[in-house]
């Protein structure tokens, strides 16, 4: 997006992020080059280990309403 022109304004609302961060990261890219911008993955490690998170899955394949929800919606609150 730096190198086709793209404003800071453009870029932070398309990456749903800050001007501040992408001005930060624009400067980065100008001084170090794509390197600098490259993503490292996760700032943290995940909260639910391999196993847990597929049990997660099944529950949330089995759908809202075989969990006591009143519709197919899910909402973050009982997810």
Do not use: C, I
Not at 30 to 46: H, K, L, N, W, Y
Not at 66 to 73: L, N
Request: net charge positive.
């Amino acid at each position: 997006m730096f190198a086709a022109g793209q404003g800071s304004t453009e870029v932070a609302k398309e990456l749903r992020v800050s001007v501040r961060s992408v001005q930060r990261w624009r400067r980065a890219w100008r001084e170090t080059g794509e390197d600098a911008v490259r993503s490292r993955g996760p700032a943290s490690r995940p909260k639910l280990s391999e196993a847990l998170f597929a049990v997660l899955e099944e529950e949330l394949a089995k759908g809202p309403v075989a969990h006591g929800r009143p519709d197919q919606r899910w909402t973050l609150g009982p997810v």
